[in-house]
Structures are given as C-alpha cells and as structure tokens.
C-alpha cells in the first residue's frame, strides 16, 4: 500500500488528495489556537495560576456525596435547585482549598513523607488493637474510593493548608479594657422613671359607615394570590430499584400522553395513576395535601397559569403538577370586610387619644421635671419593665425623656442613672471567650479575603457552561 502510494505521488490526483490529508492533520493542530484554546480545555476555574478541571471536581463530588446518606443523595438528584446549591458548594469548597494550598507553596512549606507516613500512622480507622494495620488501611481505602496515592496527596493538602492557617486561627488575648466594657455593656443596671398610658383608657363610640369607609381607605385588606391545581402522582418505592424503574416506566408514558395534549384526569386512569383536583389556595395557607409539600407548593406559585410541570421525583413517587388558575393578589370588597372594621376602628380611635395624653405628660415632663403618675424602678437589659421599654431604657442616653409604643399602650420614659455591672467571674470568662472568638473570626475572615486579591478566581465560562448543561 505504502509503496503504491508512493508511485503515484506524483499523479495530479495523488497530490490533491494528500494535501486534503496534510490540512486535515495541521487543522486539527490549529484548531485549539484557532478557537482561543476550548478545544480539549477541561478546566472549569482558574485560582491564580491553578487549574482546577472537571476531573478534579468530579472526583470531589464523588467524595462528597459518599459521605452523604441515601436520604441526602436523592434530595440532591430529585431537586434542581438542591443540585445547583450541591454544585456551587463543592466548586467553593475547591477554590478554597486551592487558595490555602497556593500560599502553603508560595510560602515554601513542605510536607516530607515521613510526616505524611506519620499521620497515617495515627488515625484510629488505621488501628487494630492499637497499632497500625495494612489490613485496615486498606480496607478504608477502598470503601471510601481514594487509592494510596490520592489519599497521601489529600493528606499532604490536609496538612499544607492547616500550617498556613495557623497563624491565622491561633487563639487572641482580648485586653481587659475591652472584656470590662463588654460585660458592663451587657449586664449594667438603669434607674428609670416610667408611667403607662393604655388604650383601654379611653372611650370611644361605635363608627358609621363614613367612618369605617374612610378607615379602610387608609388601611385596606389585601386577599393574597391564589392558585388552583390537578397533578398526577404514580406512587413507587423509591429505594427499591425495580419498583422504582416500574414506577418511572409508568411516569415516562404519562407524560408522554399529557404533552400529546390528552387531560391529566384521563391519562391517570388509562395508567392507574392517582388524579387529585386541589381547590384555590395561596402560598402561606398551602395545599392542605399531602403529596404537595412546602417545596412544591413554591414551585406551583412560580409556574404560569395553564402549564404543566416537568417530572418530579418525590420520596413516594412521580409526580406531575397543572396550575389550573390563577387569581392575583387583590384588594378585598369593603362590603366583604366591613363587619370586621368596627374593631379596628374603635383601637385606631383609642390609639389616637392615648397618644394625646402620652405627650401631654410628656410636654409636663420636660418642663417641670416631674412625671404624674410615673414610677421609679431598677432595670436590667431583661428585666424589670415591659420589653418595650427596657429596649429604650438601654438605647436613649441618661437624662433623655420619651414616648415608647408598646402593643396597646404608649410609656413615658425618664433615664435617671445608669448603674454598674455587678461583677461575676463566671461572666466576665464567658464574654473574655465571645470576644476572642469574634476576634480570630475577624482575622480569619481578612485573611481568606487577602487570599482571594493574591489568588483570584476565575469561572471558565466556555467549559462551565458546557459541563453542567442541563
């Protein structure tokens, strides 16, 4: 063949067809240049100079999802926001630990094999009777789908990353200034002076019709949206593969037959599904069924009136969802809530008069010092008055007089005082421990946003979108 081919090269045929063949073979050598590099590019994120390709996050979501329950899994693959949410957390995860790993080298930290023979030689899964065991070793491997290799790899990552954030995480002596501060902030007493003007108080009679028309003017009653729906279910056990495959067979032939355009109540019976017809009802009151839970019905009330779902796999089954009507949020008719303003009213009304006489006292208050009727108590943050008023007991400064709104009361407040803390060891500790912890969050948390201007992170747009398209 070899020597044919070369006794006719120089036929005018010959040439024509091995200069098709030579651009074929340099085409394919071009093309990556070509195409600004996508052809064969599997990398989905770059972490400075760092790779991070679709094998590697396979190979991490692999990890991650053998540690998770059954349970778990099927919530992930059952549910596409659970499995966008599963996505970004593993590639998170990655990028995170690329970022460590990166200033672990740029550094110069080293991990020898000694060190990596050690650690292995220390975990409790590795031990039988106290001493290492190849046996065991092995064994946990295996399950856990890493080899030899890779996991040595992880471990050295494991401790690169961990010699770079120590410094970071190492633990923060707070100054004693600062844990006074905070312990008198919290647990420091006020002296106030405080009278309480109720509603209840005050008299006021029964509205007209104008009244009530001009009340509800100012304050209408909303009627939230509502939806009616059918949906199809085809109950399956689906842990158990055969059942599950029976059930899903099913599934594929009914929706089959709803996109044909043939009813929801029709095709479940020719297929011995269950049809359930679910009266309007909004997002908050719910379905009061249940085949659709908390998760569905938000679906439902994102879908357009007249469409059917996808197929849904739930823990029970499959299931197909029609929003059969929609009937928007409205204003409800006066009429319709018009026996049930009278109330409202008469509280608005009372409301009105007490904060009348609340800044009357007020106005007193300021001008003569004295509050009529008030009376002088201790507070702490938690107690000693109606929440209401510790709240601005603790947020207005001493000497300041003002009017609170409680629930059906308004308060006039005086601050006298403000008392110190009585010491407590027991407290003084704890807080000693929030401020450290609250300290070393703050440096862990620049630190990771130092590392992510000297690592920055990059989507490879191309190859993620192709990888995970749906």
């Not at 190979?59 to 349970?71: D, G, I, K, N, P």
């Not at 902030?185 to 007209?208: C, K, M, Q, T, W």
């Not at 019709?209 to 009340?215: A, F, I, K």
Request: net charge negative; charged share 25%; proline share 3%.
């Amino acid at each position: 063949m070899l020597e044919y081919l070369r006794n006719a090269s120089e036929k005018p045929v010959a040439k024509i067809l091995i200069a098709v063949l030579a651009f074929s073979f340099v085409g394919w050598g071009v093309a990556e240049w070509i195409f600004g590099g996508t052809v064969g590019d599997n990398t989905l994120v770059t972490v400075g100079d760092t790779k991070i390709s679709t094998n590697m996050y396979n190979a991490a979501r692999s990890q991650t999802l053998a540690s998770m329950s059954r349970e778990e899994q099927r919530e992930i693959y059952a549910d596409p926001v659970n499995q966008q949410a599963f996505t970004a957390r593993v590639l998170q995860s990655l990028t995170s630990q690329q970022m460590i790993q990166n200033r672990a080298e740029d550094m110069g930290f080293v991990v020898t094999d000694k060190r990596i023979a050690a650690e292995i030689r220390s975990y409790p899964e590795f031990q039988v009777n106290g001493e290492f065991s190849t046996f065991a070793f092995d064994t946990v491997l295996q399950s856990s789908g890493y080899s030899e290799a890779d996991f040595a790899a992880m471990l050295r990552d494991n401790v690169l990353r961990s010699m770079t954030m120590m410094a970071p995480s190492a633990a923060i002596s707070v100054p004693e200034f600062a844990v006074r501060a905070a312990y008198d902030a919290r647990y420091g007493l006020r002296e106030i002076e405080y009278v309480a003007v109720p509603y209840s108080e005050f008299n006021v009679g029964r509205p007209d019709d104008e009244d009530l028309r001009n009340y509800y003017a100012q304050n209408p009653q909303m009627v939230a949206e509502t939806r009616s729906v059918s949906y199809v279910f085809i109950p399956a056990e689906m842990a158990v593969p055969d059942k599950y495959d029976a059930g899903y067979a099913t599934a594929i032939k009914v929706e089959d037959d709803i996109i044909a355009g043939d009813s929801m109540s029709d095709v479940a019976k020719r297929h011995g599904a269950k049809y359930v017809s679910v009266p309007a009802f909004s997002r908050e009151s719910g379905g009061r069924d249940t085949v659709l839970t908390d998760a569905l019905i938000n679906k439902v009330f994102d879908m357009d009136a007249g469409l059917e779902s996808e197929m849904i796999e739930t823990r029970d089954g499959f299931l197909f969802i029609r929003v059969d009507s929609v009937t928007p949020e409205h204003v409800a008719e006066f009429e319709s809530v018009k026996s049930g303003l009278v109330n409202a009213w008469q509280n608005a009304e009372r409301k009105k008069l007490a904060y009348v006489r609340a800044n009357e006292l007020l106005v007193d208050l300021n001008q003569t010092d004295k509050l009529a009727g008030g009376r002088v108590v201790t507070v702490s943050r938690t107690d000693g008055a109606p929440l209401e008023v510790l709240s601005d007991a603790f947020r207005n400064s001493v000497g300041q007089n003002a009017i609170v709104e409680g629930a059906d009361t308004f308060y006039v407040l005086r601050v006298k005082n403000a008392l110190p803390a009585k010491a407590d060891t027991k407290r003084m500790s704890k807080i000693r421990s929030e401020l450290s912890d609250a300290a070393n969050k703050w440096i862990i948390d620049d630190y990771n946003s130092f590392l992510g201007r000297e690592y920055p992170v990059k989507v490879n747009e191309k190859t993620y979108n192709r990888f995970f398209a749906n």
